[in-house]
């Protein structure tokens, strides 16, 4: 989001404005252009803290987990180190694409039925919904194999930004106040959020020692420290008995994680899905995020198409989340190559008309035979509940080596429970299961299972060479996102800013396709008389993305206006 650092003398919160110094501070830009390096992400400082390291002679991974880090502190409802996310990288030097999977994972303890009967409102703010973290694991095995520098090194700009603090704006203050009711019944997330019982007003100064702390602490004892170590401990204790406000009345349910769990964890280094559309390589994640085949399935079904509009755009999303349900999930023998297949994606394009196919639409069979265009007959599965406060920054280095980055908690402010004494917020990620009963459905949960996410951080290369990094949070609206991002870009010919400026709907196999006001405004009516429904979404995703324009001059994007607007910035603005 949006802050500056400022010094201040306070112990957490101080209630009041900022000094009048700050309106001297740096200010965010959505776009900026130049050399040796960009950077784009939500936030100031964490942008900041990536061009930092770049200027330092960093590398993209470098600057990528310190960006990460510092978005742990001013984006704490998005992210943070108990959270999870993927990578999607390409090493210059070796002339290849890597994917690390930092997805959090159940507990051994967790079936298939763990999650049944129990309304979503109530799994998401309970122990039971935290997963095993990842993103320290992510960021350890990022730099160990990618980085030059330690993740002690790495996490110095979010302990200088939790230690002096960052300006309370509208974004932050709103994302407070609607988690106000459930923050103020656990004990250890009030004292931290509500100080004096409120949120912290607009133009204060916040701070997070006990978070500067926990980094610092990180840093010195590394990795273990979480994965078997005492703050392993502290997190499995705040998991198995949340620390409730004495007198509430909220039934916040223990959880199944134990320290054994946190000793198993891994992140994986994994094959990117790759997809050739229109002449350009398109590179993704894997399962168990559904992005990369959701995404690549989608763009495989346009190129199929004689012509490629707003329509078609909203039908080959409705087709490949048809898909996504049906087959996508952290278990054995997903069909990926066949999704990501021409002759299914041909197969599957036939279907696509002049109207909008009844909904809903249901998945096809990728079994590798393809042939006359004949209506499927399979059974369409629900779209589940997802957050929607992931984070998602970009980073470009003077070497060619790109990363895009997606990095979460899940819901807007994770499952509500911050681990007394550490100022981290636990995630909710095991709300992305399926909470049944579903039998046959790959994203059931289960022991040591990765929930399916729809996180897209995605990458586009022309002739082996980089030119296009992309991503948003979003939920499962960021697959529609980084979808009509790449479609405004190369279909309908947008400039990159103007691509992610433009009004966005998302059709994810649901009855109505949810849009923002201006793309109901200026589409819906040649819409709706190709038989869409619409309902209206205030605002859909919150993208970053860079594109190189040749000659190594590189162009960094981050939204206008949404989510309160971006920081996009590079090392030299000139040679």
């Avoid at 130049?34 to 900041?48: M, Q």
């Avoid at 994972?105 to 129990?118: F, R, Y």
Wanted: proline letters at 9%; a neutral charge; glycine letters at 12%.
């Amino acid at each position: 989001m949006r802050r500056a650092i400022i010094p201040a003398a306070a112990v957490l919160v101080s209630l009041v404005p900022a000094p009048a110094a700050l309106a001297q501070q740096p200010q965010k830009v959505p776009v900026a252009e130049g050399y040796g390096g960009a950077v784009a992400t939500v936030d100031l400082d964490a942008s900041r803290a990536a061009i930092s390291v770049l200027r330092r002679g960093g590398n993209a991974m470098d600057a990528a987990v310190a960006a990460g880090a510092v978005l742990g502190v001013t984006e704490p409802y998005s992210a943070g180190l108990a959270g999870g996310g993927f990578m999607v990288y390409y090493d210059a030097r070796q002339r290849k694409v890597f994917t690390i999977d930092g997805r959090e994972t159940a507990p051994q303890a967790m079936t298939a039925t763990s999650l049944e009967g129990i309304p979503f409102e109530e799994g998401v703010t309970s122990g039971l919904s935290a997963g095993v973290p990842g993103t320290v694991a992510n960021w350890d095995l990022a730099l160990r194999r990618f980085g030059t520098i330690s993740l002690k090194q790495a996490l110095q700009p979010a302990i200088e930004v939790a230690s002096k603090g960052f300006v309370v704006d509208q974004t932050f203050y709103d994302q407070t106040a609607a988690n106000a009711p459930r923050f103020k019944d656990i004990a250890s997330t009030a004292e931290l959020y509500l100080p004096n019982g409120a949120p912290p007003p607009v133009g204060s100064v916040f701070r997070n020692p006990e978070l500067a702390d926990t980094y610092r602490e990180l840093g010195r004892r590394g990795p273990g420290w979480l994965y078997g170590g005492q703050l392993g401990k502290e997190v499995v204790a705040t998991v198995k008995n949340p620390p409730v406000t004495p007198g509430s009345t909220r039934n916040v349910r223990p959880g199944l994680m134990e320290l054994s769990d946190l000793r198993a964890y891994r992140a994986l280094l994994r094959e990117p899905t790759k997809i050739s559309y229109k002449g350009l390589d398109v590179y993704g994640m894997a399962p168990p995020s559904s992005g990369g085949s959701t995404v690549g399935e989608a763009l495989n079904i346009l190129e199929a198409l004689p012509r490629v509009g707003l329509h078609e755009y909203l039908e080959a999303s409705r087709l490949a989340f048809a898909d996504r349900g049906k087959y996508v999930g952290d278990i054995p023998g997903v069909p990926l190559r066949e999704l990501l297949s021409d002759g299914f994606a041909k197969e599957r394009a036939c279907l696509v008309g002049g109207t909008a196919m009844p909904h809903p639409a249901a998945p096809g069979e990728p079994d590798g035979s393809y042939g006359a265009c004949a209506p499927p007959t399979g059974t369409a599965t629900p779209v589940a509940q997802e957050g929607p406060e992931t984070t998602h920054l970009v980073v470009a280095d003077r070497w060619g080596n790109v990363i895009a980055y997606n990095l979460t908690i899940e819901s807007t402010g994770g499952n509500g429970i911050v681990v007394p004494g550490r100022g981290v917020l636990l995630n909710n990620e095991l709300t992305d299961f399926t909470f049944g009963p579903a039998p046959g459905d790959p994203n059931l949960p289960g022991p040591g299972k990765r929930p399916r996410s729809s996180m897209a951080p995605t990458l586009v290369f022309d002739d082996g060479r980089p030119v296009l990094a992309a991503g948003s949070p979003g939920g499962s609206t960021i697959i529609t996102t980084v979808l009509q991002i790449l479609v405004n870009r190369y279909e309908l010919g947008m400039s990159l800013p103007d691509a992610l400026a433009a009004p966005r709907a998302t059709q994810r196999n649901t009855a109505q396709t949810q849009a923002e006001q201006a793309f109901l405004d200026r589409y819906r009516a040649e819409l709706e008389a190709k038989g869409h429904s619409f309902a209206l979404n205030p605002e859909i995703g919150a993208a970053t993305a860079l594109e190189f324009l040749g000659r190594s001059r590189i162009q960094a994007v981050a939204e206008p206006s949404r989510r309160g607007g971006g920081s996009a910035m590079v090392v030299s603005p000139s040679r």
